[in-house]
Nanobody
Framework: QVQLVESGGGLVQAGDSLRLSCVAT????????MAWFLQAPGKGRECVAT????????NYADSVKGRFTVSRDDAKNTVYLQMVSLKPEDTAVYYC??????????????WGQGTQVTVSS
């Protein structure tokens, strides 16, 4: 079992930056591909960033490409999502997830509880 805990969300203004963190306990993250999802009010959960086991590959949804960067520090069992140039439409609950397969459109096995990001205009 892997337990994931996100942090770093908050209320910011359009154009600001935030860095989300996801700390894992239970098992080492180096065994897993990791992803960040967002769920906006009234919408489904969408994968916006993913990183492979080694960190050598990343992939992003078009909506965040060039603004969001996913990274991992396996020594700290932590995955990050650096977000810059935030827009009001980025407002959502952000979840990190761990799984055996890498990709934006694959299933993930373990989920955090989410952290709220609100971007005001």
């Amino acid at each position: 079992q892997v337990q994931l805990v996100e942090s770093g969300g908050g209320l910011v203004q359009a154009g600001d930056s935030l860095r989300l963190s996801c700390v894992a306990t239970g098992r080492t993250l180096s065994n897993y591909a990791m992803a960040w999802f967002l769920q906006a009010p009234g919408k489904g959960r969408e994968c916006v960033a993913t990183i492979s086991w080694s960190g050598g590959r990343t992939n992003y949804a078009d909506s965040v490409k060039g603004r969001f960067t996913v990274s991992r520090d396996d020594a700290k069992n932590t995955v990050y999502l650096q977000m810059v140039s935030l827009k009001p439409e980025d407002t959502a609950v952000y979840y990190c997830a761990a799984g055996r397969h890498y990709g934006l459109h694959v299933g993930y096995d373990y989920w955090g509880q989410g952290t709220q990001v609100t971007v005001s205009s």
